[in-house]
Structures are given as structure tokens and as C-alpha cells.
Nanobody
């Protein structure tokens, strides 16, 4: 069983930046893909970004050009650098890790964008 722990969330003003971290309890190189999702109050969870074992990345249209996902295999951690944050980015951000048939989720870290 792999544990994922997110950190780095908080309160930030519109236009500001945050970097989220997701640290795994074991090697992340085993996972086919890892990703970030978010869930705003009253809304469904949605995908934000993903990164494959090979390092290729994908992004939701609403974060393209603003967010960057990256991975550090040596530290068993993935990151989400979020720039030019908007109030609509306010949500609980989760990371996950997938390697068929296993799918793991963290508990989430809250991000609030408000002046």
C-alpha cells in the first residue's frame, strides 16, 4: 500500500503563485502515471494535470500556460507549480498515482485564492 501526502496549499491573492508537493511513501518510478486533481465546493473532482513515467505531461485547458507538473523520482515526489492563480482555482487539490490495477489517492491540500 502506497501513501500519498500532499502539502503546500494555502491562501493566496489573485495573481499569486503556489507550489504543491505530493510525496509518496515508496518509489514513484513504478507508477505509469501520476496526476493532480481538484474539487471545488459543490463540484465534481476534475483532472488538472498528469505526468507519465517517461515524463510526458498533460494539462486541462483551464490551467495550460499557468500550471506546471513535474516529478522528482529521487525524492518520490511530484509537484504542481501554480502561477497566475484565479479565484476559480480555489479547491481541494489531490494527487494520485496509477499502475494497473492499483490507484492511490492522497487526502488533499486546500488552495484558496482570494483578496
Amino acid at each position: 500500500q502506497v501513501q500519498l501526502v500532499e502539502s503546500g496549499g494555502g491562501l493566496v491573492q489573485p495573481g499569486g503563485s503556489l507550489t504543491l508537493s505530493c510525496k509518496a511513501s515508496g518509489p514513484i518510478s513504478i507508477f505509469y502515471v501520476m496526476g493532480w486533481y481538484r474539487q471545488a465546493p459543490g463540484k465534481q473532482r476534475e483532472v488538472v494535470a498528469g505526468i507519465s513515467r517517461s515524463g510526458s505531461t498533460t494539462y486541462a485547458d483551464f490551467v495550460k500556460g499557468r500550471f506546471t507538473i513535474s516529478r522528482d523520482n529521487a525524492n518520490n515526489t511530484i509537484y504542481l507549480r501554480m502561477n497566475t492563480l484565479k479565484p476559480e482555482d480555489t479547491a481541494l487539490y489531490f494527487c494520485n498515482a496509477y499502475n494497473d490495477p492499483d490507484l492511490y489517492w492522497g487526502q488533499g491540500t486546500p488552495v484558496t485564492v482570494s483578496s
